[in-house]
């Protein structure tokens, strides 16, 4: 069986029969005076006028050139050329990092000179655990990218993963491609985004899921597997969007979500021409928007060049705060409230959906509105 790198021709083992069989075959290969990688194998035949291998079981051990760790390639089969800086692993092949991350592939062909590890074949992604190996995230895809100088590991084509968030919730992503930030412990990935779930739908360029360390089960000896810390969401030529579960869209050019340990939504953010549509039909406009959790109550805080939009009202103002809870917008900073027939400025107005009541500080302007107060008021908590 032949590989199926991309763009790389494959090796041919020369002509005629090999010079010399040899078991438990061993080579270390340096460069000035430093060990680059080695190579080992339950058999080689080998060609001395070529300097080529066939190699039966064979593993590699690459030095590391960020630390004194190391890279292993191993497989059922391999061809290296050392003519030609290169060592070509033809079925069953293994890339496994110094970060315990395991790449199944089906051939691979690692460049020795570059110190380049790519595969154009289908691959798999697991982590090794205290011995145990896990899927992380059930990460797949089309090509393999190790760029052993840089720590950069990559997903070529169709990138997917999921992960389970509770009974009958899995989050699934699929985009172009895919790669893992070693140094910020990210899974990063790229071009047509989309990330599925119960909770929530996300679309935009670029996905950065960032990844929590497995924690001891108490229970056993045992690791649960990688959890997610947080999403964030950036996209480049058009906004990034994101829907949940009650109906409220995000519309951004960025969006991030710290998630707890359940996949739950604890904080987000809509940064750069953020807009929201709410459920009740408001349509919330600001450079950022930010819902969190605030005494136990949901809110969601707008700044800069803040308008909200509810039936024929505009308000605008440079700060404000929506409770979703009880239905109250709180405007502060330069606050207005147009509804076409009259304009009501203050230094603080609170606005409720549920009673269509106003509440100004220091009003002006033409203040006709039935049931209008305009009096000082304790701000918002």
Not at 114 to 123: A, F, L, N
Not at 185 to 202: A, D, G, P, T
Request: hydrophobic content about 30%.
């Amino acid at each position: 069986m032949r590989p199926n790198i991309l763009l790389l021709a494959a090796l041919l083992i020369p002509d005629g029969p090999s010079d010399v069989v040899i078991k438990g075959f061993f080579m270390v290969q340096s460069r000035n005076e430093k060990k680059e990688f080695d190579l080992r194998a339950q058999k080689a035949d080998v060609y001395r006028k070529e300097d080529f291998y066939v190699l039966e079981l064979p593993r590699s051990s690459i030095r590391s050139d960020r630390d004194n760790s190391s890279f292993d390639i191993e497989g059922s089969r391999a061809l290296y050329s050392s003519a030609e800086n290169r060592l070509q692993i033809e079925a069953n092949a293994q890339v496994t990092t110094p970060e315990n991350l395991i790449f199944k592939t089906d051939s691979v062909d690692f460049d020795t000179k570059k110190r380049i590890v790519q595969s154009d074949d289908p691959v798999e992604v697991f982590q090794n655990f205290n011995g145990q190996e896990k899927s992380l995230f059930d990460l797949r895809g089309n090509g393999l990218l190790v760029d052993i100088k840089k720590g950069r590991y990559e997903i070529l084509r169709n990138a997917t993963a999921q992960k389970t968030l509770g009974p009958g919730d899995i989050m699934k992503i699929k985009s172009q491609s895919s790669y893992y930030d070693t140094n910020r412990q990210l899974l990063v990935f790229s071009n047509e985004v989309k990330l599925r779930s119960i909770k929530y739908k996300v679309e935009g360029d670029r996905l950065m899921v960032s990844i929590s360390r497995p924690s001891p089960s108490p229970s056993s000896k045992t690791q649960s597997s990688p959890g997610i810390q947080s999403l964030r969401v950036e996209s480049d030529s058009k906004e990034s969007k994101a829907e949940m579960r009650d109906g409220t869209r995000f519309h951004a050019k960025g969006l991030q979500f710290k998630l707890n340990e359940n996949g739950d939504i604890q904080e987000s953010y809509a940064l750069g021409s953020a807009y929201a549509e709410l459920p009740n039909g408001a349509r919330l406009k600001a450079e950022k928007l930010q819902s969190l959790e605030r005494d136990g109550e949901q809110v969601i805080l707008l700044t800069e060049t803040v308008e909200i939009r509810v039936d024929d009202k505009i308000a605008t103002c440079e700060y404000g705060e929506y409770f979703p809870g009880r239905g109250d917008f709180v405007l502060n900073e330069v606050a207005s409230i147009n509804d076409g027939r009259q304009i009501i400025n203050g230094d603080r107005i609170r606005y409720s959906l549920k009673d269509d009541s106003v509440v100004v500080e220091s009003a002006s302007g033409q203040l006709n509105r039935k049931g209008l107060e305009s009096k000082k008021r304790p701000g918002p908590r």
